[in-house]
């Protein structure tokens, strides 16, 4: 599986942002996906997850009722809305997938994507 984030860029505080991220491979065998960030000298976090049916999300306090996670299976392409952007949203985010193989379950990452929120 093959994991490739777009949308990242440079923004005002306030503005918007939505990320994707594309699979590619035995997508057929992803099951939870999820939106991680690092910021500099910072260690990398949750930002928000879904399961394989989109039934259930979940988010970081610090994005709650500004970012929304989604996913489009039939497109192999999961998303993140970013509105009311902060300065402290200034990071690489990072896609995460886990993918269910004959072995065991594996996990996947993205290259990431930067996201920069100017004051």
């Known amino acids: 599986v093959q994991l490739v984030e777009s949308g990242g860029g440079l923004v005002q505080a306030g503005g918007s942002l939505r990320l994707s991220c594309t699979a590619s491979?035995?997508?057929?065998?992803?099951?939870?996906m999820g939106w991680y960030r690092q910021a500099p000298g910072k260690q990398r976090e949750l930002v928000a997850r879904i399961t394989s049916g989109s039934d259930t999300t979940n988010y970081a306090d610090s994005v709650k009722g500004r970012f929304t996670i989604s996913r489009d299976n039939a497109k192999n392409t999961m998303y993140l809305q970013m509105n009311s952007l902060k300065p402290e949203d200034t990071a690489v985010y990072y896609c995460?997938?886990?993918?269910?193989?004959?072995?065991?379950?594996?996990?996947?990452w993205g290259q990431g994507t930067q996201v920069t929120v100017s004051s």
């Open positions: 995460k997938a886990v993918v269910v193989l004959t072995i065991g379950p594996r996990l996947y």
């Open positions: 491979g035995s997508t057929f065998s992803i099951k939870n």
